[in-house]
Nanobody
């Protein structure tokens, strides 16, 4: 079982930037598509971005397209989410996930514990 640990969350003003990291344990990190999801207070968890096993293709929710960039470094067992032009509505707990089915974005593997991102207006 892969363990995932997110970091990089925090408080930022609207228009600012943050970079989230997701560090994975285990040797199978590079075998799987990975993704980021988020959950705002009182709302369901939603898909944010996904990336194929080799980083060759990326997928984004419409709400973050053009502002967020997902990437991965398989040599470091780490995935990233660069978030620019942040908006108050981006405030949520952000989770990374392993082993996504990329047509449905269903997660079949591990989840991280989450990292809080708060964007002030």
């Amino acid at each position: 079982q892969v363990q995932l640990v997110e970091s990089g969350g925090g408080l930022v003003q609207a228009g600012g930037s943050l970079r989230l990291s997701c560090a994975a344990s285990g040797r199978t990190f590079s075998n799987y598509a990975m993704g980021w999801f988020r959950q705002a207070p009182g709302k369901e968890r939603e898909f944010v971005a996904a990336i194929t096993w080799n980083g060759g293709s990326t997928y984004y929710a419409d709400s973050v397209k053009g502002r967020f960039t997902i990437s991965r470094d398989n040599a470091k067992n780490t995935m990233y989410l660069q978030m620019n032009s942040l908006k108050p509505e981006d405030t949520a707990v952000y989770y990374c996930a392993q082993d996504l089915e990329l047509r449905t974005m269903m997660v079949f593997g591990s989840w991280g514990q989450g990292t809080q991102v708060t964007v002030s207006s």
